[in-house]
């Protein structure tokens, strides 16, 4: 059974851009999450999706953002970049139940670099 | 302020057995605590996931008492490969929010 990819992998954006990230979750998983990892913050979690409807979400602003198709596939949109954002963006992907209730399969990440 | 505290980092030796501490100041009710492993340049891998008492699977047991607000994950017999960095996962409750929240992660180091 495939893994949880990330595409893509590697993206250079300057500051005011925006960004999509895209995941495709291990098939027969219905919840996606997305975390942000940085060296000063850690892991840091952004929110989940389940069905298409965002179930639970973390700290972020606005500018952050999701969304989950029909399919489990998900995508998280980051709009007006900041030098900030620079970042390992994980997406992990789960049966059902959400971050704290089952196993999470987390993909490879795409490294954002924000100039 | 919903925190983990983990150790920074560790030291052992091959064939010791490692165990690594996240302390919370509360947790959801229904939560489970969950642990996971990280090599560089890869995701997090899921390693244990418990609620109360102990939990074992075949490359870690992992211990939490009554009152649910720390949990310890026991390696036995570390071996080089074993050297990551291991992070707790817990959902907090916070006001009238609830807060997924990663330790900040334990660097082990397993010496020959």
């Known amino acids: 059974k495939a893994g949880v990819t990330q595409t893509p992998r590697y993206l250079i954006k300057t500051r005011g851009q925006q960004v999509t990230l895209s995941c495709s979750p291990i098939?027969?998983?219905?919840?996606v999450s997305w975390y942000q990892q940085t060296p000063g913050q850690g892991l840091q979690f952004l929110f989940e999706?389940?069905?298409?409807?965002?179930?639970n979400k973390g700290n972020f602003p606005g500018r952050f953002s999701g969304r989950q198709f029909s399919n489990s596939r998900s995508e998280m949109n980051v709009s007006t970049l900041e030098l900030g954002d620079s970042a390992l963006y994980l997406c992990?992907?789960?049966?059902?139940?959400?971050?704290?209730?089952?196993?999470?399969?987390f993909g490879p990440g795409t490294r954002l670099t924000v100039l | 302020l919903a925190k983990t505290t983990q150790p920074i980092s560790m030291d052992s030796y091959e064939g010791q057995e490692v165990n690594i501490t996240c302390s919370h100041n509360?947790?959801?009710?229904?939560?489970?605590i969950t642990w996971y492993q990280q090599f560089p340049s890869q995701g997090p891998r899921f390693i244990i996931q418990?609620?109360?008492t102990k939990v074992t699977n075949e490359v870690a047991s992992l211990f939490i008492p009554a009152d649910r607000k720390s949990s310890t994950l026991s390696l036995p017999r570390v071996s080089l490969s074993d050297t990551a960095v291991y992070y707790c996962?817990?959902?907090?409750?916070?006001?009238?929010?609830?807060?997924?929240?990663f330790g900040s992660g334990t660097r082990l180091l397993v010496r020959p």
């Open positions: 992990a992907s789960s049966p059902s139940g959400g971050p704290t209730a089952n196993e999470q399969f």
């Open positions: 098939s027969g998983h219905r919840s």
């Open positions: 999706y389940f069905s298409e409807t965002q179930r």
């Open positions: 509360n947790i959801a009710t229904n939560d489970y």
């Open positions: 418990g609620y109360k």
């Open positions: 996962l817990v959902g907090l409750p916070m006001d009238s929010s609830y807060k997924l929240i």
